[in-house]
């Protein structure tokens, strides 16, 4: 009963440096989220999904790039990795439309430091 | 002016007391009110889960929803050390929205 899992848990990388955050849910949830959470500013949504094959842009999406070619999965890329970035992201997956009313459920998140 | 505003702390309390945990909205739309723990080093984890207004309770926890007031309130009736956490508040105006609002959290701290 895993719910969500977000791999690797921490990494550091060098500025410039591209790399892949994985997120996988076993809930059978429409919806998927990337978000960011840094000091004082709480969670802020950086891309979403609403189902396989679709994504859109969240709040803070600049810089990031997401997919979703499987609905259990939702990938987070870095393409050119900047300090601005370093954060502590979470994965959350929902229902979604038409399911029952039910919130969001979180990974236990993945430490990135740009050095 | 943010759509959700929560006091950061942090709170101590001694352990067995009633704490208060609050959260002011601006948005009166929102209609299902969410409060989430959320342990150092982890992700948030769901404790409370309520639509439009109202009391809901769940062993030791109390959530209450206050509209007319913009208001919503998570009560943790006899606190234990365990209940140390960071509490975030989270808003979202109807059911299959993607859209939810959080709180920045407010850090509890309860002393044994």
């Known amino acids: 009963n895993a719910g969500v899992t977000q791999t690797p848990k921490f990494r550091v990388l060098k500025t410039g440096q591209s790399m892949t955050l994985l997120c996988a849910q076993d809930m059978n949830h429409e919806y998927m989220y990337w978000y960011r959470q840094d000091p004082g500013m709480g969670l802020r949504l950086i891309h979403y999904s609403v189902g396989e094959g679709t994504t859109a842009k969240g709040e803070v999406p600049d810089g990031y790039n997401v997919s979703r070619l499987k609905k259990q999965n939702f990938l987070l890329g870095l393409e050119s990795a900047a300090p601005s970035q370093t954060s502590v992201y979470f994965c959350?997956?929902?229902?979604?439309?038409?399911?029952?009313?039910?919130?969001?459920?979180f990974g236990d998140g993945t430490r990135l430091s740009i050095l | 002016q943010k759509e959700v505003e929560q006091d950061p702390g942090p709170l101590s309390v001694p352990e067995g007391a009633i704490v208060s945990l609050n959260c002011t909205y601006s948005?009166?739309?929102?209609?299902?009110f969410m409060w989430y723990r959320q342990y150092s080093r982890k992700g948030p984890e769901l404790l409370m889960y309520?639509?439009?207004?109202g009391n809901k309770e769940d062993g030791r926890f109390t959530a209450q929803v206050d509209k007319s007031s913009k208001y919503i309130s998570l009560f943790i009736r006899d606190s234990q050390p365990s209940d140390s956490a960071t509490y975030l508040c989270?808003?979202?105006?109807?059911?299959?929205?993607?859209?939810?609002?959080f709180g920045t959290g407010t850090r509890l701290k309860v002393l044994a």
């Open positions: 948005n009166s739309a929102f209609q299902y």
């Open positions: 959350a997956s929902s229902p979604g439309q038409g399911r029952s009313n039910q919130p969001q459920h």
């Open positions: 309520t639509y439009s207004s």
């Open positions: 989270a808003m979202s105006e109807g059911s299959g929205t993607y859209k939810y609002i």
